[in-house]
């Protein structure tokens, strides 16, 4: 099952539900205040996050922006203050839900099954994902794949240098899109333009004059007059 962070200071209130998630299976993980939350997470980061909102030291709100800064887990605020909860899932403080005390353990339970169905089907989902960007990719006589990072032209591999790989698969994966250099740089070098877009150039030409047969007429990397590159459909 899941691994949970509880964070209650009311010790009631915190061992039924710990003892309620862990019949269900789960594994609690228990702090009474804000600070024993952030120390136990930095020790061993939890699947969801049940938090008070009213707690001792450190109060709800503040340790889950902290968490917020450094994860995406799940967090269910648990609130009595219900003018609070707009600001609890806002952007600002990055609750993902809460459940107004007094609640059931039955309510409880249910909101976190829902977490972590949510969680699952995210995860295949993810998994789909990454398996069609790992499919090779075919446009005319090259096969691409981003898996391996290797290029075939018919039988024969070519070898790029990195950046090359990264400029072709990113024009690849968008056929008759147009690129300008600046937008090129961004994806594929990851910073902005600023006069750098030579580089583009360099590279563009070193991956025609690898894949194209005739480098100075490019028939897989076209250029589009005053407005930058695009692979061919
Ligand atoms: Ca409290």
């Known amino acids: 099952m899941a691994r949970i962070l509880v964070v209650e200071d009311e010790a009631s209130l915190r061992s039924t539900i710990a003892y309620n998630l862990r019949r269900e299976g789960h594994e609690v993980v228990l702090a009474e205040d804000g600070e024993q939350a952030l120390a136990l997470w930095a020790r061993s980061p939890a699947d969801v996050v049940l938090l008070d909102l009213m707690l001792p030291r450190l109060d709800g709100l503040e340790v889950c922006r902290r968490l917020r800064q450094q994860s995406g887990v799940p967090i269910v605020m648990l609130t009595a203050r219900t003018d609070e909860i707009d600001r609890v899932v806002g952007l600002e403080v990055g609750a993902d839900d809460y459940v107004t005390k007094p ?69 690849a994966r968008h056929p008759g899109q147009v690129f300008s250099p600046e937008q090129l740089i961004e994806v594929v070098w990851g910073y902005d333009a600023l006069g750098e877009t030579g580089t583009v150039r360099v590279h563009i030409r070193s991956l025609r004059e690898k894949l194209e047969d005739d480098p100075s007429n490019p028939t897989l990397i076209e250029t589009v007059r005053g407005v930058g590159y695009r692979m061919a459909d």
């Open 103 to 171: 609640f059931s353990m039955r309510e409880l339970l249910a909101r976190v099954k829902a977490i972590l169905r949510r969680r699952a089907l995210l995860q295949e989902e993810l998994g789909r994902q990454s398996a069609t960007e790992s499919a090779p990719i075919l446009r005319g006589p090259l096969r691409i794949e981003p898996a391996r990072r290797r290029v075939f032209r018919g039988d024969r591999e070519i070898a790029l240098k990195p950046k090359e790989f990264d400029l072709l698969l990113h024009l």
